[in-house]
């Protein structure tokens, strides 16, 4: 799941967990019921301006509406690198792009 879908998830489950309908918080962001859907389903990506609204509506921060519960344990998720390592072991741009990524992040 994405970050879009992942985002708008929250903000669905955040809006139904305060009994409002989708009209009742696009009226309240000011943006179409259409516009809220595409945002819930992942279609939609939010504005800054939008996010603003919707942590004023929900009643929340941003550390609520970008909270993960999903976090795996380190030995599970070098399992899991691992297993991607091989599944990319035939395609050598995706290798390249995964060994990049991790060099950058041994620079922090």
């Known amino acids: 799941m994405g970050i879009k879908s ?6 669905k489950t955040m809006r139904l967990n305060r009994n409002l ?14 516009t809220l859907s595409g945002i819930e389903i992942g279609e939609n990506f939010v504005t800054a301006d939008t996010l603003d609204k919707i942590v004023v509506a929900l009643d929340t ?19 899991e690198l691992e297993q991607i390592i091989v599944k990319l072991s035939d395609n050598r741009l995706k290798l390249e792009i995964l060994y990049n990524v991790g060099k950058s992040l041994l620079k922090e």
């Open 61 to 79: 921060n941003f550390e609520e509406l970008f909270a993960t519960n999903h976090y795996k344990e380190v030995p599970i998720l070098k399992k």
């Open 6 to 11: 992942e985002l708008g998830q929250k903000i």
């Open 21 to 34: 309908t989708q009209a009742e918080l696009a009226e309240k962001i000011d943006v179409s019921q259409r």
